[in-house]
Every structure is written in C-alpha cells, then in structure tokens.
C-alpha cells in the first residue's frame, strides 16, 4: 500500500505565493518522477511540473519563472513552490508519483488540493 498526502493549497491573492508536498509513504522500493497536474473547471487535467530522480525538472511554459518543482528524497517528498500567482492558475492541483513498490512500478495520484487566487 502506497499513500500520497498533498497539502498546501488556499486562497491567496494575485501575486501571492503557495508552497505545496506531497509526501508518499507505505511500501516504496524507489521513486522516478514526481510531478503536478492541475485541472481548472472545465478544462483538462494539465502537467505543470516534474522531477526525475536525477534531479532533471521540467516546467511548463505558462509557469516558467515563477514556479519552481523540488524534491526531498530523504522524506519522499515533492513540493511545489508557486510565486507570483495570477487567477489564472486557480486550480485544483494533484500530485503524481512514479515509484516501485513490491516489485511493480506504478502511478500514484494524490487527492488533490485546491488553489485560488483572486484578483
């Protein structure tokens, strides 16, 4: 069994700042890449950032600049740092971890936390 707990998620105003984890726990062999997605009303669930083991991050290009991915190996942890929020990016975001665990490799999503951000 596999747990992935988000938090940091809220209400801030434009120009503000969020910090989310994700934390796994359970019965982890290893972890690839973690990420984030968030999926706004009505649209498609979108990548916003990952990290690979090596340390290799991807952001998207409508949060370049002012997102920033990291992660601490030690904890089983990925957090998502989001600077200069706009309305924009309010959103539900959802972690996403790729991990071994009991010899299988799989996809692991987190319950999701929400984000807005007013004008």
């Known amino acids: 069994q596999v747990q992935l707990m988000e938090s940091g998620g809220g209400l801030v105003q434009a120009g503000g700042s969020l910090r989310l984890s994700c934390a796994a726990s359970g019965s982890i062999f290893s972890i690839n890449v973690m990420g984030w997605y968030r999926q706004a009303p009505g649209k498609q669930r979108e990548l916003v950032a990952h990290i690979n083991s090596g340390g290799s991050t991807y952001v998207a290009n409508s949060v370049k600049g002012r997102f920033t991915i990291s992660r601490d190996n030690a904890k089983n942890t990925v957090y998502l740092q989001m600077n200069c929020l706009n309305p924009e990016d309010s959103a539900v975001y959802f972690c996403?971890?790729?991990?071994?665990?009991?010899?299988?490799?799989?996809?692991?999503w987190g319950q999701g936390t929400q984000v807005t951000v007013s004008s």
């Open positions: 996403n971890i790729n991990l071994w665990s009991r010899g299988v490799r799989s996809d692991y």
